[in-house]
């Protein structure tokens, strides 16, 4: 399946050049130059992200210059301005920080460049950029409702506390990414405002481990508690955070992803309180972005949004989706 060979490919790929350069000689494409900002070329999903991008930009047959952002928006800042210089005629942004995203804007309309947003809006005051990657509202949905409902099948309709591991700074994907795992939850069981505690995690497996701590200890009489993570970095944080706490009865969890922490917990012989993540498909990124940015390279029109299909990735059917 192409979607296996995706991810073996990116797994054994080692890491590349901060700025590494890929063409090919396609007639129709060949005067193309694409930039691609990767939000990091650490860990297996960004690395998943990065192959995806790299083996769709060899078969449209456009040359592709990709960066390293490094979860830093002052490396991004940069990598922008060295794409800018490298002529690039497109930027596909990976940036997780809304307010860095404003100042690429800027930056790139002053350029006359177009960009193609992943996953986090690329906006200023003038307008917002293409966007493509996860419908962060369907997604959060998705785990939600599938978290509520592993709640409605051990504990009935009503649980002690909610605990929303966000990424704050992401700005509107957050609300629409971690809103939507809320009212995922709330079309299955009740889950009042007033039980709801909201943490910003900020991508961060050791500072997600230590807020779900934090309200874990101010919370011990709770029996019925759920978490919905952002991304599963911060699932794994959390996840570390109830075991230690010696609360894995008392907790059920649902996360986005799949990282390599995703598969690990999947994969175990039997499933636990991390009961599934909903996909963000890092194996369809490159064949999304790549059009894109194709199309706006060539001045044609192109969605205001694409998306990737999501589903919900549990014990009994991760090798369905991602055979090993």
Known sequence: MKKVLVFVLAVLMLAAPVLAQTAMGSPANADIKIGFANLTDAGDYMMWVK???????????????????????????????????????????????????????DMLDEAGIPCVAVDIYVANADGVSTYMGGDNYTAGFIAGENLGKAALEKWGREIDLYISAETMSNGETNLLRNGGILDGLRSVIDVPDNIVVRVDGNDSTA?????????????????????????DDMSQGAF?????????????????????????????????????????????????????????????????????????????????????
């Not at 592709?64 to 952002?69: G, M, Q, R």
Request: aromatic letters at 8%.
């Open 207 to 231: 500072e997600t481990q230590k807020l779900v701590t934090d309200v874990l200890t101010a919370n011990p009489n709770a029996r019925r508690i759920l978490i919905g993570c952002h991304q």
């Open 51 to 105: 192959r995806g991008m790299q083996m769709a930009a060899e078969e449209a047959g456009v040359e592709l210059i990709s960066v390293d952002n490094q979860v830093d928006g002052a490396v991004a800042i940069r990598n922008t301005d060295l794409l800018i210089n490298a002529g690039v005629d497109v930027v596909i942004m990976y940036m997780n920080d809304s307010a860095v995203n404003s100042q690429i804007k």
């Open 240 to 324: 570390a955070a109830v075991e230690i706490a010696n609360r894995q009865d008392q907790v059920l969890m649902a996360g986005c992803g799949p990282f390599g922490s995703t598969f690990e917990n999947l994969r175990k012989p039997e499933p636990n309180f991390w009961v599934g993540s909903a996909s963000f498909s890092p194996e369809q990124y490159g064949p999304v972005a790549i059009p894109l940015a194709v199309a706006l390279a060539k001045g044609e029109s192109v969605p205001a949004e694409s998306f990737v299909t999501h589903y919900f990735l549990t014990h009994e059917n991760i090798d369905q989706y991602y055979p090993q």
